[in-house]
């Protein structure tokens, strides 16, 4: 399987500050999803994005395949943003189809 | 849609018993669906991957005999535990890819188990 790598591991903020988070992967993949990880553990799926740039409300991704990287940009942030974040990828050649890799997570913390 | 539900959400047991954690896909069929374990602070470790109407495949480490998996029908996959101790306590989260038109795959608000 991949490799992910997440920057930074701990990001602190202040609420309205803008942030971007970043994803490493190995290998190409076919699947490269960001997910938030609320207090109570339910994974909220962010973006499913292989290649390309999605917007969602004050949330954006993009991931450069070529260059195997992915970046979740948070704008204006709020305090119900904290949390962790996880990118998670696999690469459906071979055995490894299906197989998300997770990286360690960014956990984010937003003070009012 | 692409709603993935768990029971229980928390679970107690005694040392030696055993637990079974179900998964199910609301409003879709799963032709696959995985399990994973997550300690407290750490990220999700795939511990198996289930397909409908065959046996399951487990990650490296993962002993198939403690951690029994059945994939009965294409919303439902359970998990269980068997012969449970202390050391499975941990938070067990599943997941389904809807296998249409991508490979995204959505998750269960897991199951915290928690072994005396």
New interface residues.
């Given amino acids: 399987g991949i490799q992910v790598e997440q920057s930074p591991p701990d990001l602190i903020l202040q609420e309205g500050a803008n942030s971007t988070l970043r994803c490493n992967f190995s290998d190409s993949v076919?699947?490269l999803?960001w997910?938030h990880q609320n207090p109570?553990?339910?994974?909220i799926?962010l973006f499913?994005i292989?290649s390309g740039t999605k917007q969602n409300g004050r949330l954006s991704a993009t991931t450069v395949a070529t260059e195997r990287y992915s970046l979740l940009y948070i704008s204006s942030s709020q305090t119900t943003d904290s949390g962790v974040y996880?990118c998670?990828g696999?690469n459906?050649g071979g055995t490894s189809y299906?197989?998300?890799?997770?990286?360690?997570?960014t956990i984010l913390t937003v003070h009012p | 849609g692409a709603v993935v539900s768990q029971h229980p959400s928390w679970v107690i047991c005694k040392s030696g018993t055993s637990v079974k954690i179900e998964c199910r896909s609301l409003d879709f069929q799963a032709t696959t669906m995985f399990w994973y374990r997550q300690f407290p602070k750490q990220s999700l470790m795939l511990m198996a991957t289930s397909n409908e109407g065959s046996k399951a495949t487990y990650e490296q480490g993962v002993e198939k005999d403690k951690f029994l998996i059945n994939h009965a029908s294409l919303t439902l996959s359970t998990l269980t535990v068997t012969s449970a101790h202390p050391e499975d306590s941990s938070f067990y989260i599943c997941s389904a890819e809807t296998g249409t038109t991508s490979y995204e795959q959505y998750f269960g608000p897991g199951t915290r188990l928690t072994v005396t």
């Fill in positions: 076919n699947n999803q997910f109570w553990g339910q994974l799926n499913y292989p996880f998670a696999y459906a299906g197989k998300l890799t997770f990286g360690q997570g």
